[in-house]
Every structure is written in C-alpha cells, then in structure tokens.
C-alpha cells in the first residue's frame, strides 16, 4: 500500500528542554494543520528537524520515539548545519534574494556546502522511510535541492513540491552563484506548486533563461520527463479561526480589551518581526494619517503586535530598533493623557487572544513589502464572522491575487497608505460588510484542506498523465529483441528523421552536414537488398541531395512535400500551389526583426521561421505571439502551422511525414520497420506505423507516441552500426 511522506526543515511539533524533561508542543501554523489529516492517516510519515540540537543518543531516542509515535520521523542537526545550513543559506541569502532584498543577501561558500549536506541528510532520511510506490512532498526554500536528490536515487518515485515564500524575477535569481543548481534541485518533483501565477512565470523565465528547456501550459519538457508548473493559493483553517473568534473566552478577551480602550478606532498590524513586512513603513503612514487628518488624534489607535523573530540578526536587530524608536517617537509627539496613539507589543499570543484582536479592529494592515501568500489577512477576515470591518492589504502580498475586496496598496507608497486608512475609518458600515462577506465566502471555500487535497490530487494526475505518455527506454534486453527480428526480417522498412536523429542540431542549421561514421552506417544499411532506407526530414530536398544524395536511399522532404525513390527523380506528393508565401513571408519579416538571431527559411512549398539562436525568453514570447498571428492569416485556408525543434513551419494542411511515410508502409509491406525522430513532427511518423514496428524517440524526454526512446544522436548512431554490422555479409 503506497504511503504519503511530507517533508519540510521543521516538523509540525516542536522539541524544548525544560528543567525536567522534554516538552512536545504542536505547531500552530497553517501547514501543521493542513496535512494534519494527512500525515496522521495509518503508514504516513512527516520528516523534519524537531527544533533542538540533541547530541546525546540516549535523548535522541527519546525523541525519535514519542515523535514516531505520532507518525513523526526527526532528523538530527547539529549546531554548525543549523549555523550554515538554516541561519546561513537559507535565511542569510535564498530568504532576503527570494523576497527582493537581495542588498542583504550573503554568497558564502561554505554556507552552500552545508547547505547542500544537509539536504542530503534530509534526503537519506527520506529514504529510510519511503518506499518505492510512496508519494513524497517536499516543502519549501530550505529543501531545494531535495527533489532531485530524491528523483537520483528513486527515478520513478512520485515526488511534489511547494515553495510557501515568493519566487524571485529571472534578474534577482541569477545573481545566485548556486542558481542552477537550485533549478534543477527544484526540477526532480514531478510537480511544482507555487501561491500564485505571477511566481509560477518567474520560475518558468528562469528555468527558460538559465536551462534552457521549453514551456507550454505550464508543462516544462526535461530531457527525460514533464514537470507540471502550477499554482495552488494556500488557504487557512477557517473554522477554526472563526469558532476561537466566536468563543467566550475571544469575547472576554474583546471585553477587557474595549474597556481599557473606550471610543477608540482600532487599527491592528499584526507580523513577524522581518524587514519584508513593512512594519516601519506603516508606522510612518499612520503618523502621516495623524498629520494629514487631525481630526483622527485622540480617536485613532493602532495596536501593534510584533512576534519575536531572528533577533539576533544585526538587519533584524536594527529593524527592531527603528520600531522602538519610530513608537516612542509617535507617541510622544501625539499622545494626551486620554490616548495613546499606538499601542506597542512585542510578543505572541494564543489563538483566543488573537482572534479577539481581530474581532475588536475596525481595520487591519497587511501591508508586506514583499509576501508568499501571508496568511494573517485570511485570519482577519475569518475571525470577523458578520462584523464590520476593512482589510489594508499589499498588492505585493500573494493573498492580494485573490481578496480584491480588500483596499489593495503600494506598501512603498506613505501616502496612498495613509489615504487608505483615512478611507476605511470613514467607509460606510454597509460597504464593509459586503466586501467582507465577498472574502470570507472565498477563504471559507479555498481553506487549507482545499489546497492539501487540490495539490495531491494534481500531483497524482500529473504522475498518471506521465506514466500514460511514457516510453519505454530501448534498453539491452529490447534492443536485442530489436535486432533479432531485424535478422530474420526479409523486407525492412527504416525511416530516419535527419536533424536531432542522424546528426545532432547546430546552432546553423547549414552546418550540421552528415559525419563520416553516420555516412558510412547509411551506405552499409542501403547497400543490403532487404533493406529500404528512407530519410524523412523537415529539410528542404536541395540541402538532402546535396548531403546525402549520392546514397541509394530514398527521401521525404519539407515534411513530406517531396518526395524520391533512390535512383530516380524527386516528385510532389500531391499538386501544391506556393503563392500564399508572398502573404505571410512579411509577417516572418515582422517577427525576424523584432528577434534578434532568428531568421527565415524558404523552400519550395513553405516557409520556416529559425529561432535557435534568439534569446531564450524572448523567443519563447514570440513564439506564442506568432503561432497566434499566423493561425488567424490561416484561418480558413488550406494552410497549417508545424511547431519543431525551435522551427515554426507554415505549409500545405494534411501534409505531414506520417502521410508520406503510410504510403511508403502501403508500397513496399515490410515484416519490419524501424521510425527514429526527435520533435513533434515526427509524432505523425509514430502514429502512421502499425502497432508492431519499432518506433524510437530521440532524446531524454519520454512523452511520445513511440514505444521506446532513447537520450540521443549517439545512441542512434550506435544502434545503427550493430544493424549495419547484421548487414556485412559475413
């Protein structure tokens, strides 16, 4: 029975020493309570560190025990991997690159080795409890390197992934000295889950940039597999946010609350000390608020709630200290003896205590400078049940994509800050009730069990849709089988593709003229009277004829527009007509000179817009944009628009290999065939073949609707000589 194993640095219950023993305390966030349900179900497992550093054996199996028995496995770091691994790479440079202040992002070697031990660590541990039929999730910037760890060892293992904080722009990530590393660390989960779109498309320009490999729909075509890119909005447990809110012990606290603050209009920020959270910016608006509208002294309060966070950081330390003194400063210039304008607290609470602050305000600020979803605005709005009330939330915060009833702002921008809440102090009581029953019907449907259950459920399909697509690699066993029927065969059928198959791509496509060992491998093949040897290429019949036409081999050209028997003279297909060319060649010319490295190629019957040489991303852009253009100028025409190997082709529609290469099949009826291509188009080759022929894919990347495939040009080559050898008369 296959088993779920999550893992993440910090296990969802955390490990202190006290003066008797150890004590065990769950974790009340968010992600503790989402996969509660799921890795308490009977065989899960959620791997973590416990919290503590536990050199001595005899406590580390104290701890591996009361933690197993609730479905918990820890790994054990000691104090250097905690220094290099987490408060070193982690939150010293992938925390402050990843959330745009890469000013404080720190490039230390060996920070980076830990932090790639550790993963290892992590991933041993992995190991250890999974099986091979197990589905592993993997959260977060401290396990990066995790998945493909993971995929190394388990190659067919069904592994997902979650970053919960945001992902940078392709220009921030790339001043990493580890960037490729971690993308291809990211790249061994089958799926990559991020909080919203925007992050999904900066990781796809960086894996584009950086790697290099394509993108369509959010599928990321590797070597030897898809990787599904997709973003799943994590939410919170609404119920429970909502019935701490509603219970007596909330309202006790709200009572208490509201008494030692009569009349006040209470404005709440609440977060974790961090520079990202705009703490000192809103404290800056709200003394602008109180400037600007006088009228809001002696009414207006806010109360600050600041959890204890990193500070012995020196950034954190002087955060802290610019919160201390922005506060005072505040305070004694607008403070009466009646009212304090903020109320400072440098602390955490419980949940009821919490739940009554939200209850209590009349405005929240969640103004980020920078967010991966941010989770407070949701415990705002759950917390209110049918109050009133105002949400001020940072468009730079993830949450931002989903709750557009709240007052959106640029938490950079003091002014519209301070507009913002002048607004919601004064927005009428019927306005807030609306907008806040809009967001809460929102985060009570998209709750954290909706996010656990979407996110397993598409990791789950994306596994089957692979293992449908898959192919089988042409292994030793296969090959063999291969070429014994080949032997014994009397009339062989062998369709080769050129480019990516015979002869690996260059980045000019005039110069990737046939090896002397693929020329020899061709003669030798043609030259026995069982064989047929047919070159299918997407390349125009001059460059073929000139390459390879002194062989006896046959040819299908331009993707099936021309065609020649060995020995005789090249023929059309069908009738073609070419004076559509002159409508569509100035849209090629459009698209050549906005895309610097791409150019055209002209044959007889169609037109090819290169792009191997163009920027990665900026092609990937045109890409789209001319596939758009040239399907609206072929709308209702007899044209189509072929997308190759970094080719778009636009030709005569049902003309492709597989017609051509059926009628070769229909021609000669061999007892054996052997179809070898590499991109798209040579999907029409496979398809036209009967279920019994040897199809193969050329490259590592297993989605085809050929039986077998194999990583490259050099394989083919190989394949082919042990043929060519079966050929030799001996």
Not at 190 to 208: A, E, K, P
Request: glycine share 6%; with cysteine.
């Amino acid at each position: 029975m296959s088993r779920t194993i999550i893992v993440s640095n910090r296990l969802p219950t955390k490990v202190q020493r006290t003066d008797d023993d150890l004590a065990f305390t769950p974790s009340e966030g968010g992600l503790a309570t989402g996969l509660g349900s799921i890795y308490r179900a009977e065989g899960n497992v959620w791997i973590g560190w416990p919290g503590l550093v536990a050199d001595d054996e005899t406590e580390r199996q104290q701890i591996t025990t009361k933690l197993q028995a609730d479905s918990m496995q820890p790994v054990f770091l000691n104090d250097d991997e905690i220094k290099g691994f987490y408060e070193g790479f982690s939150n010293e440079t992938l925390w402050p690159t990843f959330h745009y202040f890469s000013q404080y992002a720190v490039y230390n070697e060996q920070h980076w080795e830990t932090y790639v031990a550790v993963n290892q660590k992590f991933c041993d541990a992995v190991l250890e409890a999974a099986g091979d039929d197990d589905t592993i999730w993997v959260h977060d910037y401290q396990l990066l390197l995790l998945p493909q760890m993971l995929r190394k060892a388990r190659p067919h293992s069904t592994i997902g992934f979650f970053l919960h904080i945001p992902f940078p722009s392709y220009e921030l990530l790339r001043a990493l000295p580890w960037r490729t590393q971690l993308l291809e660390g990211m790249l061994g989960a089958d799926l990559i889950g991020f909080h919203t779109f925007g992050y999904m498309r900066h990781f796809l320009s960086s894996v584009s940039q950086l790697l290099g490999y394509p993108s369509q729909n959010g599928r990321l075509e590797l070597k030897n597999r898809t990787v599904l890119i997709d973003a799943f909005p994590m939410g919170i447990d609404y119920e429970r946010y909502a019935n701490a809110a509603a219970s007596e012990v909330a309202q006790e606290h709200e009572q208490n609350y509201l008494a030692a603050l009569p009349n006040a209009r209470i404005i709440l920020s609440i977060d974790r000390l961090d520079y990202t959270k705009g703490i000192a910016q809103r404290l800056r608006a709200f003394e602008l608020l109180l400037q600007r509208y006088p009228e809001w002294q002696g009414r207006a309060t806010l109360i600050m709630l600041v959890v204890p966070s990193r500070d012995q950081v020196a950034q954190y330390q002087e955060l802290k200290e610019e919160i201390d003194e922005l506060v005072g400063r505040i305070n004694a210039d607008y403070r009466t003896i009646t009212w304090n304008p903020i109320h400072y607290f440098y602390r955490s609470l419980p949940l009821e205590e919490l739940t009554a602050l939200y209850r209590m305000a009349e405005v929240a600020l969640v103004t980020p400078i920078r967010d991966g979803m941010n989770l407070v605005s949701k415990e705002f709005i759950a917390s209110k049940a049918d109050h009133s009330g105002v949400l001020i939330l940072s468009e730079r915060a993830g949450a931002a994509r989903e709750l557009s009833d709240a007052l959106l702002i640029n938490p950079s921008d003091m002014n519209q800050l301070a507009e913002a809440m002048h607004e919601a102090l004064e927005m009428p009581e019927e306005e807030q009730k609306m907008r806040l029953a809009n967001m809460q019907a929102l985060v009570q449907h998209y709750n954290v069990y909706h996010w656990t259950e979407l996110f397993m459920n598409r990791l789950a399909y994306t596994k089957i849709k692979q293992m449908t697509l898959a192919t089988e690699m042409l292994d030793a066993t296969e090959a063999t089988t291969l070429r014994q029927q080949y032997t014994t065969a009397s009339q062989r059928l062998l369709l080769l593709d050129y480019d990516g198959t015979l002869a690996p791509f260059h980045p000019n496509p005039q110069k990737a003229a046939p090896s002397a060992e693929i020329l020899e491998t061709l003669t030798t093949l043609s030259a026995d009277p069982h064989n047929r040897v047919v070159i299918i290429s997407g390349r125009d019949r001059q460059t073929l004829q000139k390459w390879l036409g002194h062989l006896p081999v046959d040819f299908i050209a331009e993707h099936g527009v021309w065609l020649r028997a060995a020995g005789q003279d090249w023929t059309l297909f069908q009738p073609m007509r070419n004076d559509w060319m002159k409508e569509i060649r100035p849209t090629l010319e459009l698209y050549v000179s906005r895309t610097a490295g791409s150019f055209i190629e002209d044959k007889d019957f169609s037109l090819v817009w290169h792009y191997r040489r163009a920027d990665a991303e900026l092609a990937a852009v045109r890409v789209r944009e001319l596939i758009s253009h040239l399907s609206f100028l072929t709308s209702n025409s007899d044209l189509q628009v072929l997308e190759g190997n970094k080719v778009i082709e636009i030709k005569a529609a049902g003309l492709n290999k597989g017609t051509a290469a059926a009628r070769w099949v229909a021609t000669y009826q061999p007892d054996f065939i052997l179809a070898i291509g590499d991109d798209r188009t040579d999907e029409d080759t496979f398809g036209a073949m009967p279920k019994d022929a040897f199809t193969i894919k050329v490259g590592r990347n297993s989605r085809s609707l050929a039986r077998f495939h194999v990583p490259g040009t050099t394989e083919v080559q190989e394949l082919l000589q042990s043929l060519a050898e079966v050929s030799v008369p001996q």
